[in-house]
């Protein structure tokens, strides 16, 4: 069947240091990848999209990898802040809709 | 551009009644999504449309659930005979292209909250 893993429930990291959330897929074959972000009470926000054939993609302090053969893709939050808490989810799209995981809440501390 | 609209915001209905959320999609978007969401849980798909076309509803209940998308409009979820297992968050969201253009981000609504009593 298929399946959209997210490495793991809650992170807790310090400020400062680097945040990476894991995203795992079985039996899909999806043209990109995306990442958003979900505050509590909200709807997602998208942060970044990456495509089958890019292996790296950034936006200020966010880098995406994408490795189409271990099936995983990773999410960096550099010099993490307080702001950054909330839950990352990654969604994969294919040619009928986008499928999400159950996300990643990530808490960083002062 | 007002982005996607979804209402109501908080829906309590009792047990044996119908639950109707709207979803207005963003200016310019023809292709809107369902998802809802349990505390804690993440998004689960329930149905795709275009315009007057259901593409994919391989996520929705068999029963008492269905989605319309009209040419005039706002996008419908109806659930009929509400149960509290119905209890939850339902998430809309819309992007301007379909799911195969390659570059499909998905812009969401705030969401409408349903309580089942």
């Known amino acids: 069947s298929q399946k959209i893993e997210q490495n793991s429930e809650a992170l807790n990291i310090q400020e400062g240091k680097t945040a990476t959330l894991t995203c795992n897929y079985t039996?899909?074959?999806?043209?990109?990848l995306q990442w958003y972000r979900q505050d509590p009470g909200r709807g997602p926000v998208f942060l970044l999209l990456?495509?089958?054939?890019?292996k790296e993609k950034r936006k200020e302090r966010l880098k995406v990898t994408f490795d189409t053969t271990l099936k995983q893709s990773l999410f960096h939050i550099t010099a993490s802040q307080p702001a950054d808490s909330a839950t990352y989810l990654c969604?994969?799209?294919?040619?009928?809709?986008?499928?999400f995981g159950a996300g990643t809440r990530l808490t960083v501390k002062p | 551009n007002a982005g996607v609209m979804q209402n109501p915001r908080h829906l309590v209905r009792r047990r044996g009644q119908e639950a109707r959320l709207r979803c207005s999609p963003m200016?310019?978007?023809?292709?809107v999504y369902w998802y809802r969401q349990l505390p804690e849980e993440g998004l689960k798909f329930m149905v795709y449309?275009?315009?007057?076309?259901?593409?994919?509803e391989s996520g929705m209940p068999k029963e008492r659930f269905s989605a319309e998308f009209p040419k005039e409009g706002p996008s419908i979820l109806r659930i009929q005979q509400v149960v509290r297992g119905d209890s939850a968050a339902y998430f809309c969201?819309?992007?301007?292209?379909?799911?195969?253009?390659?570059?499909?981000?998905?812009?969401f609504g705030a969401g409408s909250r349903l309580t089942v009593l």
């Open positions: 200016k310019g978007h023809s292709h």
């Open positions: 969201a819309s992007s301007p292209g379909g799911a195969s253009s390659g570059a499909n981000v998905l812009t």
């Open positions: 969604a994969l799209g294919t040619a009928n809709d986008m499928r």
């Open positions: 449309l275009q315009k007057e076309n259901i593409i994919d």
């Open positions: 039996n899909y074959s999806p043209a990109y």
């Open positions: 990456i495509r089958e054939n890019e």
